[in-house]
């Protein structure tokens, strides 16, 4: 099973979530964590089985709404050549992913978001614009 989180954005410089883009002044672990609900597979795996049993539609994910906002999450920083990045961490132990949905969202000109999820032998990395 997968996890939805429905993240509600006003605005936003630059983000990584989970792994520094640019030299930054605070150390990764010390970035505002946002910890979600533990993810209990084997009782997703069991509702789902019993889904299928009885033909319904298969589950995507579990969604899980919540509100991020810059202004009262994460941490922003201004990097030497005045670059404004703004950090947070989502951890959602149990879950085999995140699927992130936006709504109210808006990038400016000339930002970028930044994804990163850090695993171990398989890093992945996802860039947006205010264009797309």
């Not at 630059?14 to 792994?19: E, L, M, V, Y």
């Not at 579990?62 to 009262?72: A, C, F, K, L, N």
Request: aromatic share 10%.
């Amino acid at each position: 099973m997968k996890v939805i989180l429905t993240l509600s954005f006003c605005f936003c410089w630059g983000i990584t979530f989970a792994q520094q883009i640019a030299p930054t002044l605070l150390p990764l672990e010390q970035v505002e964590q946002l910890i979600m609900p533990f993810v209990e597979n084997d009782v997703l795996v069991a509702k789902e089985a019993q889904r299928r049993a009885n033909r319904e539609i298969p589950e995507f994910a579990v969604s899980q709404r919540v509100s991020i906002q810059p202004q009262t999450h994460g941490n922003w920083e201004v990097l030497a050549d005045g670059t404004a990045v703004w950090r947070l961490r989502i951890l959602s132990k149990g879950a085999h992913s995140l699927n992130l949905g936006f709504t109210n969202f808006s990038l400016p000109k000339n930002a970028q978001l930044f994804f990163i999820q850090p695993r171990p032998k398989r890093y992945t990395r996802s860039i947006f614009s205010s264009r797309q």
